[in-house]
């Protein structure tokens, strides 16, 4: 079933990708292209199979509960869009 | 000078034949002569390289230096290079001079390579051709009015052209591979879990792996012995002792095995890739090797499966470009989420957002089990093909793409084209499994072609030790550019 205009706004909402009213109209064509190809895979019986999610079957490795990384925030915030007093600046969001 | 292999190179430099510092000035001025053309690099910073050559030099009169040392590498702009603008691509990262060194980057630069700048690519590694980059497409030195193939066209071009001897990759569905194809050049995707990522950025991380493009098989072995190793700052790097990759290079390949998927022969092919790669074949005959005909029945679900569970793992991995801790910030907003709406529309571009909108919707409520899941499950069919194929072979051999790079704009704005140029390299990273890319002859237009090469898990010193002895026999990987003399 084709997507509709709807759909991509909900999925551009949820993304926190804003898309003109220009844009939406060839998003929802090239999105439904895709998924005319992506189609394929509902032909094909799955029951029974284990989903992969990894190439290799991996245990998560445990380290030992220590501090490994040296202090580095005055290097990292040297590239931050917007610091003051070692904090993060943002919009305010509680009035 | 600009032809010499890595051995050669490094003879030079320890017989001080030449130094480090000349070298780099060398493919300095051919880089910067040729970049205006060819748009293989993003960032050329000859001060720093320069800096970083002279204590190349340092090392070797002090007896201190490895095989490579004082050697010129480029490394994709994927990979964190402290002090080094490092933009992936991305209008998002356009700012983003990387405060720490790539895990790859830090092994190279211990065995003494230096770097000499940063090649372009598709923004995030999302592409096929190299022109979803914000810096503008590359070209191919074969045909200017071609792609040089995707994503890392940059590093595919500059090698091609001579401008650097080697050059650093990634390959989350065919991205080292495909460029090495499509600009007559060797690349080698590892083992999944071989080589660090750490400081390489994500794109889809249960298929992300970096490796070496070079002119030569040969070439790949020295610097995947430099490249590959544990690493405990990512979670996926396999804990397995070194290796010497070029250690059977010389190995005959008598009675080797190599299986050729019908699938892969099929409709969709071109006849001249068809032509080169069946030449190929036949030289692996010569050289001793059984052809068997196989099968990876699966095949024609590569595709979607890998446009499902690339995009969703795009997706997650790109929520932390926000405008808030690094990288670009859109400079208008009314709040919170209007700066992240904002900076999200304007800093990705159009191919990164649409994977981002696929990857969210088939992630989203009520959907992740037809698509994601669905996608998982048919992953291990997919891998489950390869397991009974290398039951009855060593190697695999076919084409790397069903075309030779195709022209500039052709595919730009038809998604689903440019996605199943795709078709024989996504299975590959699917299952996890070593591939690469060698040059074999060329097709229409006098485009090169690339014969594709999958291994079994960790194979990769056998893998070379075949595209090695294929190259002592043929001079497909010699052969340079006219106009890049």
Redesign the interface.
């Known amino acids: 079933m084709p997507l509709t205009p709807a759909d991509v706004q909900r999925i551009a909402r949820l993304a926190r990708i804003e898309l003109a009213e220009g844009e939406l109209a060839q998003a929802l064509a090239q999105l439904n292209g895709i998924f005319a190809l992506i189609a394929e895979m509902q032909a094909v019986d799955t029951e029974g199979i284990e989903p992969m999610s990894h190439a290799q079957d991996l245990l998560l490795r445990l380290r030992p509960d220590r501090a490994a990384q040296a202090d580095q925030r005055a290097e990292f915030q040297a590239i931050a869009p917007a610091v003051e007093s070692g904090l993060y600046l943002v919009p305010k969001v509680i009035e | 000078m600009h032809n010499a292999t890595l051995a050669e190179l490094s003879q030079a430099l320890r017989a001080r034949r030449v130094s480090s510092v000349e070298l780099m000035r060398l493919f300095l001025e051919r880089a910067q002569r040729l970049n205006g053309a060819l748009n293989a690099f993003i960032t050329l910073d000859a001060e720093r390289s320069l800096a970083q050559a002279a204590a190349a030099d340092r090392r070797i009169a002090a007896g201190q230096a490895g095989a490579l040392t004082g050697i010129p590498i480029a490394h994709k702009d994927i990979f964190c290079c402290k002090g080094w603008l490092s933009s992936c691509g991305s209008r998002m990262l356009s ?3 990387a ?2 060194d790539a895990h790859v980057v830090e092994r190279l630069h211990q065995e003494g390579l230096v770097t000499l700048g940063k090649t372009n690519m598709d923004e995030f590694a999302m592409g096929s051709s190299t022109e979803t980059s914000f810096y503008g497409p590359v070209r191919n030195p074969w045909d200017r009015g071609a792609v040089p193939g995707g994503s890392s066209g940059g590093s595919a071009c500059a090698v091609a052209a001579r401008l650097a001897p080697a050059a650093t990759g990634t390959d989350t569905g065919g991205s080292i591979r495909q460029p090495a194809a499509h600009c007559g050049i060797s690349g080698l995707k590892p083992t ?2 071989l080589v660090s990522r750490y400081g390489m950025v994500a794109f889809a991380s ?2 992300d792996q970096g490796g070496p493009m070079a002119k030569s098989a040969a070439d790949l072995a020295w610097l995947l012995t430099a490249m590959a190793g544990f690493d ?1 700052r990512d ?2 790097s ?1 804990e397995r002792p070194a290796q010497d990759y070029t250690r059977e290079l010389e190995a005959p390949l008598q009675g080797r095995r190599i299986g050729l998927p019908k699938e892969y022969f099929g409709a969709g092919l071109d006849a001249d890739v068809r032509r080169a790669v069946e030449g190929a074949i036949d030289r692996y005959r010569a050289l001793g090797c059984e052809p068997v005909d196989i099968s990876l029945p699966n095949t ?2 590569c ?3 890998y ?2 569970l690339a995009p969703a793992e795009a ?1 997650s991995n790109l ?1 932390r470009y ?8 859109a400079p208008e ?10 900076t ?2 304007q800093g ?1 571009g159009a191919e990164v ?2 994977r ?3 990857g ?2 088939v992630l ?1 409520h009520g959907y992740y089990d ?2 994601y ?9 997919i ?1 489950q093909d390869f397991a009974r194929a290398f039951e009855r072979c060593d190697l695999i051999l076919g084409p790397t793409a069903p075309s030779v790079a195709f022209d500039l704009g052709a595919k730009r704005d038809d ?2 084209q440019m ?1 199943l140029s795709d078709i024989y390299t996504v299975s590959v ?5 070593p591939g690469l890319s060698i040059p074999c002859g060329f097709g229409a237009g006098g485009r090169p072609v690339g014969l594709q090469m999958v291994g079994n ?1 960790f194979q990769e010193a056998r893998m070379l030790n075949a595209a090695h002895q294929y190259q002592l026999v043929t001079d497909w990987h010699l052969r340079m550019p006219e106009d890049c003399r």
């Open positions: 700012n983003f001079v405060p720490y999944y879990g249960s298929l405990p979670s996926t396999l024609r679900l595709i979607p499966v446009y499902v997706s929520a926000d405008g808030v801790r690094y990288g670009f910030r907003y009314a709040d919170l989420d209007e700066l992240y709406r904002k999200r529309a990705f957002k649409r981002i909108l696929v969210t919707y989203s037809a698509y899941l669905k996608a998982q499950k048919l992953r291990r069919l891998a998604p689903v996605y990273n699917l299952a996890g499994l898990y």
